[in-house]
């Protein structure tokens, strides 16, 4: 299982001296320059240096060594049913490796790596926890923390979901700013997409929670935080947060880790879109199709085949009365659309990240409304990108605080 020792992470209080000094020793710069971890390449492995941050749990901070495995889920899952006891959940690293560590019953520190490399390129979502809801959740707990008050995001539990190390890693300012800035060079124009569409989302819930919408469907729900945030808003609506199965299951296990409750309002259903019917799936975890809902399909229709798009349609429309809305978003397609802002470099970026979820869904731009009445539903508010700005990123003295990735929109549509 363990293929070869992939590196060393050694914890030092000042973070520059020890760069300075192992930059001198090596006689090369580092690989990765960052606030929260310096790695040089010493042959195969790396020797990686991260700040101190007081002990680590059950005593002296650690060095630990990381090992090299093929399957980073299965060797993590081996482990955790060993008896071993998490430390630092599964996450991607900004250089594209796996990583995870795990605490072993005589109290070591095991670190565990995959290769960019060696990431197995075609695992599915029934594998291995989405990536991409990853992704959004870092998004969200990084505008949560954003210095500019009139835009900071309001996803205070965002963090929960992150692994161990990320979430100490962000508690430091110049990290966070770090993190932003490599977002901002590689997904230009993302970040403020999501700090867009979490407020108009969340707009679009509390709206219906505040009216007592009797259901509230979310579809691919990944680390989507309402169910918990507006808990003292939910009353007598009922929640049912759908998505595939290893997303929820890590979802449920960093709620448990967090200590935070699952309201008794809120339903779990399992789903891979592409295979179940989304009505079978609702009709057998209580859902009443002759109650009015709110579906919320919130970053996820792109990276669904066009039939599993369809299908998913035709479901929450022969299963829920007219009046009930859906609130989702969509990427547009045109000609020219790589060559707007920030396009190109997220294309790269999805396909490099998201190894299990391609985008394969677009709407042709100027194209919503004929797609939804098609499909039995009526258009009733929409955004691009540039009402996004007006709206989300406005700061106090006017200026926008950056400009929308110009593929996505934010829409509502209601069952016709
Ligand atoms: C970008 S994330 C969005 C998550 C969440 N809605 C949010 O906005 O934070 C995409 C989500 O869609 C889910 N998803 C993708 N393909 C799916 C499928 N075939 N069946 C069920 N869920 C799927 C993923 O597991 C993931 O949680």
């Not at 007598?236 to 595939?244: A, K, Q």
Request: charged share 25%.
């Amino acid at each position: 299982m363990f293929k070869s020792l992939a590196g060393v992470t050694y914890r030092v209080p000042d973070l520059q001296k020890a760069k300075d000094w192992y930059g001198q020793f090596f006689d090369q710069p580092a690989v990765l320059d960052s606030p929260f971890v310096v790695i040089f390449r010493a042959g195969d492995s790396t020797l990686n240096l991260a700040p101190a941050a007081g002990p680590a749990p059950g005593g002296e901070e650690r060095v630990v060594a990381y090992w090299n495995v093929e399957d980073i889920d299965a060797a993590y899952r081996r482990l955790l049913d060993a008896g071993a006891a998490s430390e630092s959940e599964i996450a991607t690293t900004v250089l594209r490796t796996k990583v995870a560590r795990v605490t072993d019953p005589f109290g070591n520190s095991l670190g565990l790596m995959s290769r960019a490399s060696e990431v197995k390129q075609n695992k599915s979502l029934e594998e291995q926890p989405s990536d991409s809801a990853m992704a959004v959740a870092l998004s969200r707990a990084l505008a949560a923390g954003d210095a500019r008050e009139e835009i900071r995001g309001p996803d205070y539990l965002a963090e929960t979901f992150l692994s161990a190390d990320a979430r100490r890693s962000l508690k430091d300012a110049a990290a966070r700013e770090w993190v932003r800035k490599k977002i901002e060079a590689e997904a230009p124009g993302s970040y403020e997409y999501f700090i867009a569409r979490t407020g108009y989302v969340d707009g679009v819930v509390r709206k219906a929670l505040e009216q007592d919408t009797p259901q509230i469907v979310f579809l691919g729900a990944g680390y989507d935080s309402r169910s918990y945030r507006f808990r003292d808003l939910i009353r007598g609506t009922r929640i049912f947060e759908l998505d595939i199965e290893p997303t929820q299951q890590r979802k449920r296990r960093a709620l448990q880790q967090a200590g935070i409750a699952i309201p008794p309002q809120l339903t779990f259903v399992s789903i891979n879109f592409t295979r179940d019917r989304l009505g079978d799936a609702l009709e057998a975890s209580g859902y009443d199709s002759w109650k009015k809902t709110l579906f919320v399909w919130e970053g996820v229709m792109y990276y669904l085949p066009a039939e599993a798009v369809d299908r998913t349609l035709e479901s929450v429309r022969s299963n829920s009365p007219a009046g009930s809305v859906m609130c989702f978003d969509y990427l547009a397609a045109a000609p020219d659309m790589a060559d707007r802002y920030g396009v190109r470099e997220s294309r790269a970026i999805m396909r490099a990240m998201y190894r299990s979820e391609q985008v394969q869904f677009s709407i042709p731009e100027g194209g919503i409304e004929a797609f939804l009445s098609q499909r039995g539903f009526r258009l009733i508010d929409h955004l691009t990108p540039e009402a996004m700005e007006q709206r989300y990123l406005k700061l106090r003295d006017g200026s926008s605080a950056g400009k929308v990735l110009a593929c996505f929109r934010l829409a509502q549509a209601a069952v016709a």
